[in-house]
C-alpha cells in the first residue's frame, strides 16, 4: 500500500507539471477557476459570481476608447525624493521596484481619446504602482490633462482605482495634490464641462477626498471598497460591528455617495449616454 502511494503521488506530481502556468484563473470571491483566455474575453470578470478582477490602467484604456484613439499627454514625469525618505527601502528604491514591475513612469496615465463620437480627456490610476497612491506627479498629470478639458472645453473622465490615498512618501507635497486637483476640478464646473469619476476597486482616503470624489457623475464598479479609511481600522476605532457590505459599492450608492453602480461591460456604454446626455 505504501509503494503503491508513493507511485501514486509521483504520478500525480508528474502530470500537474506538464500543465503550463498562466492558463488558469482562481477567482478570489467564489474559487471557480476560469480558463485565462475566457476570463479576458469576459473582460476580467468571473462569469459565477460576477467578481471584477483588477485592471492594469493600458487595460482600460483599450476598454472605454475607441481603438487607436487614445493619445497620450504628459509623458516623462517622475517624482523627486524630497524628504528622502528612510526605512528598510528607501522611496527611490520603490520609484524604481514599482516602474520595473508595471512598465509605468508613475500611477497615472493621462491623455486623450474618443468615447464612442465623443472627444474627452482621460485619467486612469494603476494600483500596482504603489496601491496607486497620489504623490505630486500623479497630482499634477491629473492637473494638467483637466486644464486640456477646460482649454479644449471637452469631458473629463477619471478611473480611479487608488487604495494608497496620498503618498506619505512626499509629506506635505503629497497632500497639496488634493487642494490642487480639486481646484481644477471646480474650474470646469465653473465652465459647464462635464467630469465623470469612476470608483473602481480600491478608491480611498485622499483621492476619495479629492479629485474622486468630485464627478458631476459618479460612477463606481460592483463590490468595490470606496471610502476614507478601511473598514478595519474604523471598526477597531469605534469598537462597534459595521454594517453588512460596508463601504461597498452597493451600500455607498444606498447612502447617496455614489451615482450608479454600474458592471464593467456596460461600463464605456453608460458613459457615453452620459456624456451625450451632458454635452
Not at 506530481?13 to 471557480?32: M, R, T
Amino acid at each position: 500500500m505504501r509503494i503503491f502511494s508513493k507511485q501514486f503521488s509521483y504520478r500525480s506530481k508528474k502530470k500537474k507539471n506538464n500543465i503550463p502556468d498562466g492558463l488558469w484563473n482562481k477567482c478570489p470571491e467564489c474559487s471557480h477557476f476560469i480558463f485565462h483566455k475566457t476570463l479576458t474575453e469576459n473582460l476580467k470578470v468571473c462569469s459565477k459570481c460576477g467578481y471584477h478582477f483588477p485592471l492594469t490602467c493600458w487595460e482600460r484604456m483599450e476598454m472605454l476608447t475607441n481603438k487607436d484613439t487614445f493619445i497620450e499627454c504628459e509623458k516623462g514625469l517622475t517624482s523627486l525624493d524630497p524628504l528622502k525618505f528612510k526605512g528598510p527601502k528607501t522611496y527611490e528604491q520603490k520609484l524604481k521596484e514599482a516602474h520595473a514591475a508595471t512598465g509605468l513612469e508613475e500611477a497615472v496615465i493621462v491623455g486623450r481619446a474618443v468615447i464612442d463620437k465623443t472627444k474627452s480627456a482621460l485619467a486612469i490610476t494603476d494600483s500596482r504602482f504603489i496601491m496607486g497612491a497620489m504623490g505630486s506627479v500623479v497630482g499634477e498629470k491629473i492637473t494638467r490633462i483637466a486644464e486640456v478639458a477646460l482649454n479644449k472645453k471637452i469631458p473629463l473622465i477619471v478611473v480611479s482605482g487608488s487604495g494608497g490615498g496620498a503618498r506619505m512618501y512626499e509629506g506635505m507635497l503629497s497632500l497639496m495634490q488634493m487642494a490642487k486637483t480639486s481646484g481644477v476640478i471646480s474650474l470646469l464646473k465653473k465652465n459647464n464641462i462635464p467630469f465623470i469619476s469612476v470608483l473602481t476597486h480600491p478608491t480611498m482616503a485622499g483621492v476619495l477626498a479629492s479629485f474622486a470624489g468630485l464627478g458631476d457623475v459618479t460612477i463606481a464598479e460592483p463590490k468595490a471598497l470606496i471610502g476614507f479609511t478601511g473598514p478595519r481600522v474604523i471598526k477597531q476605532t469605534l469598537k462597534q460591528e459595521l454594517p453588512e457590505g460596508f463601504q461597498t459599492s452597493e451600500f455607498n450608492l444606498e447612502h447617496g455617495l455614489i451615482d450608479m453602480v454600474v458592471e464593467r461591460k456596460k461600463l464605456k456604454e453608460t458613459i457615453s449616454k452620459i456624456l451625450e446626455y451632458l454635452a
